[in-house]
């Protein structure tokens, strides 16, 4: 029987989250993927964003996912609205990462950890999610589409690509 959450919000209105928060999660899913912690599978139950939606219902079994879910829920905290919202957050960023080969450039993963491009890190934190609680991925390429930084930035290290 999976976990279930009662999200009092739609997904098109998950609290944005301060991108160093963001980092510490995604931080957290890999010291927790490294020594391979599980996690229950987990029931999320969105509030329409009008009484004439319905509710979105998901449903996490991914062995990753829900990996990283516990890490999350022993780190934040799965019962507070943050909490909540970080996890939905990544969970998008990494869904977005994997299927944007225009984001390649703003991300490196490799054996030392990763590096987040601080754009990508503040977009990641706070632009909207869909009705599907994915990133919308035009959205993320205007946003990210404006003049980059030039000094690396200090929560991330990331240089501009």
Not at 8 to 13: G, I
Not at 35 to 53: D, H, I, N, T
Request: charged letters at 25%.
């Amino acid at each position: 029987m999976p976990t279930a959450y009662a999200i009092p919000f739609a997904p098109e209105a998950t609290p944005s989250v301060a991108p160093r928060a963001l980092l510490r999660a995604w931080d957290t899913a890999r010291e927790a993927a490294t020594a391979a912690l599980e996690g229950p599978p987990r029931a999320f139950r969105f509030q329409g964003p009008s009484p004439k939606v319905p509710a979105l219902d998901l449903l996490l079994e991914d062995r990753d996912a829900c990996c990283w879910a516990e890490a999350l829920d022993r780190r934040f905290g799965l019962d507070h609205a943050e909490g909540l919202a970080i996890l939905l957050r990544l969970l998008a960023l990494l869904e977005v990462m994997g299927r944007a080969p225009w984001m390649r450039g703003l991300f490196d993963i490799g054996r030392e950890g990763t590096v987040l491009h601080p754009d990508l890190l503040r977009a990641a934190a706070t632009e909207p999610l869909d009705g599907g609680a994915r990133f919308d991925e035009e959205g993320l390429r205007h946003r990210l589409a404006r003049p980059r930084l030039t000094m690396p930035n200090e929560t991330t290290g990331a240089t501009p690509a």
